[in-house]
């Protein structure tokens, strides 16, 4: 045999630059520098400028602390929507917001107050809220740089932030159309209040906790009924609240809960819920003898009568505390309540209309009205009747030893011999709220409300542009009512958000507006003194809104409220206001002032525009209770309709177990060390490839796992870089010229296109990440660029088969990388600049246009299941070292599993075979081949004389390459 010669030099390997180490995290920030530099989102804005617009309203987060893993999925959500719906030529603008008032940042501020030991009351308000504005700017340059470095394209250089003084105004502006319209009262309701941080809460500002209370029984003597025989009995009531017994006013009872009234072993007569009285004989031992007594006998023998709850009206008790005199020897009426179960407790309740809804409720219908006893930080007011006398007594209500069985309550209660029982051992679920995780109370003080129930004066100007849309609605509609129907008009994804926000509008109270703390937008409101009604004029309100405009929130303050007033009114006939809104408000008011001012152009609707000013609203599911509600309810109360055409609502990410993230517990994921890590591709990838509608999700091992799916789309890009190297326009080949199997990969190209496009619409990454990682990984490395390597490694370059392919693999390409560019937006870049340097940036670029071509998918689902147990059928000789590859195997597969007029030359090239043969017996066989090696395509064929020597196809290709040279 004669000395072989090495072919390798004439073989056509792939060529590129990109490597395939990724180096994320050292490349990225080079790329984002030149997007900064080069202007990348004011590029996409004039690229699409005059296009069909998509503008998604960013929720604005809390400017404190660096941002965490719930903070990174957000923002690529957003973010995919908005390059998704920008690649389908749309222009969508991205201006990102930060909530920059309100208790978060005052906390913070606070905290650095107490360590330096400073009280914040001592300090000017005015230095106060400029030390909140600094601590707030800070956090939103520190979060704006890390949400940049995630690659989130956006107008970064002109953020919205609620503390800038034309947002501020822009907020009181709305306020003041509550207020002019009659939708705003001040009135004295119990609200959840933080005693530690001396202020009502939203609801969204409450988290549950599983705590252990004290639980009591205590006896109010009754003292006047209809029923005789109740005269001098007790009714007893059970609570885990023994702090509100001092303010107790009334009794609840059923009014078809069935009582029973009885002697107990002691002598003392009580009246208990026939369902409860078992589990009140355990608590107290105050059965009916000193023996176990069971059944039929506590109800007949020992009974001294039965009631309905209806039977008790005009029953009367006094309080334990009644030799106090005063307010305690007041007389305490048995009410009927429907609110009352045999759940648990006696069947009684004890009202204290300052610290319960269904008391205040119950308790106002008859006249009776709070107290106001407990102050700001929980503490009973110094001038009460029943006050605590020790330091232990004089703590906060929330305190445990203030309600310990030993405490102050239960001390004096037990004094009065009214305390049946008392034990610290109950354990229940209580709100607490999220900042300094302390207990709250519900406590009665006066407030600013929102009514949902009061209807909405369709006459009083509020915004001459909705004179139309308000008159469609018709006269008469509640707040409650109106922002029903538009959640009815609104898409929600997922669906079932709908179910979730509307069940919490139907149900929720009146809107509590004020809070007592300094950092904030203030109510600007004049109340007079003479009436109590708050000042409506047009006139006045105008100042007050330019005044802010000019110097923000510190222009509402008593040096200029004359002057805000004006010439018409004296100061001294009027309380200025000094509560401060809620933060929802400030931020339900952001479509206002980001999406309708003008001050962000790119924002603006076309003139006539009527509808919601925002296509998307996107946040995490716990603001169907926060920002989708406070939003809904301020545009519907001002506009009459939602600010937003749909809501998208994504869950909450969890550690790899399945646990919620707690730095306690060690388990907390930090984006800013995946980036730092991997990259931030890795954390988009990963964030785009979970079911975000419901909680997922993150660890160690589930980034690995994302890294090894990253690699794989990377090697893809890689590939296909390489095999296209040199590719020109003169090179390409016509689709209907192609063969079969290129023009079978376009026709899968175009239902990825379908699918994903559909993934697009229906805000699914999921399916949109699954679906081109699947079509990458099967369709291209797997099945077509496995098949086609010999075609492009040894095809002559004019070879038509070696054209189409590298004709497929260019449209491939361009389809491609702008699917991945949303998903991998630093790799997307990188990708696109070394095939084409000079090229501008991927994310200019539009959705591609598929060629459309027909082929037989039958035909091909057939084929490919057949290679597979071909190559199943291979992989025990390999295992086996009988031969080194399929390419030494020679392959008879039955007859009736080829698809009818498939040559065995292409059914050989498709399971990349020596040869294959078709067979009548039904049986497949693998046996190694007889024919020699090409020496330079190693392709074992019928052709090749000798090991080493070139098949016709090789043979042909060095003519040919030799002729071109």
């Not at 890390?146 to 709305?174: H, S």
Request: with cysteine; glycine share 8%; hydrophobic share 40%.
């Amino acid at each position: 045999m004669s000395e072989q010669r090495d072919y390798r030099d004439t073989v056509f390997l792939p060529k590129t630059d990109f490597p395939m180490k990724a180096g994320l995290p050292q490349k990225e920030p080079g790329i984002l520098a030149r997007w900064e530099a080069d202007g990348m989102y004011q590029r996409l804005r004039e690229a699409r400028a005059g296009r069909e617009q998509f503008i998604l309203h960013d929720g604005p987060p809390y400017a404190n602390g660096d941002m965490h893993i719930g903070h990174a999925l957000n923002h690529i959500l957003k973010d995919m929507v908005v390059r998704t719906q920008t690649l389908l030529g749309k222009d969508a603008p991205y201006v990102p917001g930060w909530d920059c008032h309100g208790l978060p940042i005052e906390w913070k501020v606070e905290e650095q107050y107490r360590k330096k030991k400073k009280n914040k009351d001592e300090v000017p308000a005015k230095e106060f809220r400029a030390e909140c504005r600094a601590y707030a700017q800070q956090w939103v340059d520190t979060q704006r740089e890390q949400l940049k470095r995630l690659g989130v394209c956006g107008n970064w250089d002109k953020p919205y932030l609620t503390m800038d003084f034309a947002a501020e105004a822009t907020i009181v502006a709305e306020l003041l159309k509550f207020a002019e319209s009659g939708q705003l009262y001040r009135g004295a309701k119990p609200v959840m209040w933080s005693p530690v941080e001396k202020t009502a809460l939203a609801e969204a500002e409450v988290e549950y906790e599983d705590i252990t209370s004290t639980q009591v029984d205590v006896a109010f003597e009754i003292v006047e009924s209809p029923i005789p025989e109740l005269v001098g009995a007790h009714a007893v009531i059970w609570t885990t609240t023994p702090w509100t017994i001092p303010v107790n006013q009334a009794l609840a009872y059923g009014p078809e809960v069935e009582y029973h009234h009885y002697r107990a072993h002691d002598g003392r007569r009580f009246l208990i819920a026939v369902d409860l009285l078992e589990a009140f004989f355990a608590r107290t031992g105050l059965g009916p003898v000193a023996e176990d007594i069971e059944g039929d006998v506590v109800l007949s023998e020992y009974a001294l009568g039965t009631y309905r709850g209806a039977d008790l009206a005009g029953t009367v008790a006094r309080h334990p505390m009644h030799h106090l005199g005063g307010f305690f020897a007041e007389p305490r009426p048995l009410l009927a309540g429907d609110f009352v179960t045999t759940d648990s407790g006696t069947g009684l309740v004890h009202m204290a209309p300052d610290h319960g809804e269904d008391d205040f409720d119950l308790c106002k219908a008859r006249g009776i009205g709070p107290k106001f006893v407990v102050e700001a930080d929980g503490r009973y007011r110094e001038d009460w009747l029943w006050l605590p006398r020790t330091d232990e007594r004089s703590a906060s209500v929330i305190h445990p030893k203030f309600n310990a069985p030993e405490g102050p309550v239960c001390e004096d209660l037990r004094a009065a011999g009214a305390l049946l029982a008392a034990s610290a051992d109950y354990q229940h679920s209580y709100p607490h709220s999220w900042r300094s995780k302390a207990k709250v109370i519900y406590r009665c003080t006066p407030q600013w409300f929102v009514p949902m129930d009061k209807p909405i004066d369709r006459d009083t100007p509020r915004c001459a542009a909705e004179a139309e849309i308000r008159a469609a609605q018709g006269d008469g509609e509640t707040l409650r009512q109106t922002a029903l129907r538009a959640i009815a008009e609104t898409r929600f994804v997922p669906d079932k958000g709908r179910n979730r926000i509307g069940s919490m509008v139907e149900s929720r109270p009146d809107w509590v507006l004020s809070r007592q703390r300094a950092w904030g937008v203030p109510i600007t409101l004049f109340v007079s003194r003479a009436t109590g009604q708050y000042l409506r004029d047009p006139e006045v309100n105008a100042r007050i809104i330019a005044a802010i405009r000019e110097g923000g929130v510190d222009a509402w303050d008593e040096e200029n409220a004359q002057a805000l007033l004006g010439e018409r009114y004296d100061l001294a006939d009027f309380e200025r206001v000094t509560d401060i809104l809620d933060v929802w408000f400030d931020s339900g008011s952001t479509h206002a002032f980001v999406l309708e001012s003008g001050r962000w152009p790119e924002l603006t609707r076309p003139a006539g525009y009527t509808g919601p000013p925002a296509d998307l609203y996107l946040e995490g599911s716990d603001q169907h209770r926060g920002w989708f509600q406070s939003s809904l309810l301020e545009s519907c109360a001002t506009r009459g309709r939602a600010p937003y055409k749909a809501v998208l609502t994504h869950g909450f990410t969890m550690d790899a177990k399945g646990m919620k993230m707690s730095k306690s517990l060690g388990n907390t994921i930090s984006p800013l060390d995946v980036m730092r890590d991997y990259g931030a591709d890795i954390i988009r990838l990963w964030a785009l490839s979970v079911d975000y509608t419901e909680d997922h999700r993150i660890g160690p091992e589930i980034l690995k796992g994302v890294a090894d799916q990253y690699r794989k789309l990377r090697n893809t890009f890689r590939y296909m870089l390489g095999a296209l190297a040199d590719f020109d326009e003169a090179e390409r080949l016509p689709v209907a010229e192609m063969p079969e199997l290129e023009r079978y990969m376009l026709v899968l190209l175009g239902q990825l296109d379908a699918t994903l496009r559909q993934a697009v619409d229906a805000f699914d990454f999921n399916t949109y990440v699954r679906a081109l990682t699947d079509f990458c990984n099967e369709d291209l490395s797997a099945f077509y660029f496995d098949i086609r390597k010999d075609c492009l490694y040894c095809d002559a370059p004019g070879d038509p088969r070696r054209r189409a392919y590298r004709s497929a693999l260019d449209t491939l390409f361009h389809a491609l990388i702008r699917y991945a560019a949303p998903v991998l937006v630093y790799t997307g870049e990188e990708v696109w600049g070394t095939r084409y340097p000079e090229g501008g940036s991927v994310h200019l670029l539009e959705w591609p246009a598929v060629p459309m071509t027909e082929a037989d998918l039958a035909k091909w689902a057939q084929l490919r299941s057949l290679r597979e147990k071909v190559n199943e059928a291979i992989e025990p000789l390999r295992r086996e070292k009988v031969i080194g590859s399929g390419l030494e195997a020679q392959v008879a597969v039955p007859a009736a599993a080829v698809p009818p007029g498939t040559a065995n030359a292409a059914l050989a090239e498709l399971f990349i075979t020596s040869t294959v043969s078709c067979s009548e017996e039904g049986a497949m066989e693998v046996t190694p081949t007889e024919h020699h090696k090409c020496g330079r395509c190693w392709r074992h064929l019928p052709d090749v004389a000798e090991d080493g020597a070139l098949c016709a196809r090789c043979d042909d290709a060095l003519v040919q390459a030799e002729a071109a040279q």
